[in-house]
């Protein structure tokens, strides 16, 4: 044991410099934010409340009754119930969401090839009984209409979700490059 270790030992120096930079952020202000008065702006891409597209051009929803995402859902809290309409084509009766089960994971906007279901920036949401957490589909086209319409919507795929077809240019390519050598 040196000089130093002994001293260190005696003195308790690690100890002395941790109370010293503990008194010297003792009488710094709170980083803390008061909640309701001090509000974020949510973060570009987060995961909130469940919402389904509305088509800007017929004002209808984009879902198809496809069933993907009720597929991808590792809670299984998605439920989508469709019958056969008109000229024999899928239409969507119920589409609901048990938003308590719900773990935010963003597989179900991932799986839809429509782009049909979104998750909004909507982090703010409570309530007293279990019923006003389970979305019918009246009620996740009002959450797209309230939080997400318009343009916030469109930058919301464009940035965040949609598979561009730039991600696939290099298998495009190789593929070119193999059906040349053939």
């Not at 803390?32 to 597209?53: D, I, W």
């Not at 773990?103 to 909507?122: K, M």
């Not at 006003?132 to 309230?146: A, T």
Request: with cysteine; aromatic share 12%.
């Amino acid at each position: 044991m040196t000089v130093t270790d002994f001293v260190k030992k005696v003195l308790f120096l690690e100890i002395l410099k941790g109370l010293a930079l503990t008194i010297r952020h003792f009488f710094s202000p709170a980083v803390t934010r008061q909640y309701p008065s001090e509000k974020r702006e949510p973060f570009p891409g987060s995961r909130g409340l469940n919402a389904l597209v509305r088509d800007p051009e017929t004002g209808k929803a984009k879902c198809v009754g496809c069933g993907l995402c009720a597929a991808m859902c590792p809670s299984q809290c998605i439920h989508i119930y469709t019958s056969e309409g008109e000229d024999h084509k899928k239409v969507v009766d119920r589409y609901e969401i048990e938003v308590l089960r719900c773990v935010f994971c963003g597989l179900c906007v991932e799986a839809c090839p429509y782009g049909a279901v979104a998750l909004t920036d909507c982090y703010e949401y409570s309530g007293f009984t279990r019923e006003e957490f389970y979305m019918n589909k009246d009620r996740l086209l009002k959450n797209w209409d309230d939080y997400m319409a318009g343009e916030k919507g469109r930058i919301y795929f464009q940035k965040y979700w949609t598979p561009r077809a730039s991600d696939f240019r290099a298998a495009a390519l190789s593929r070119s490059k193999e059906e040349a050598k053939t």
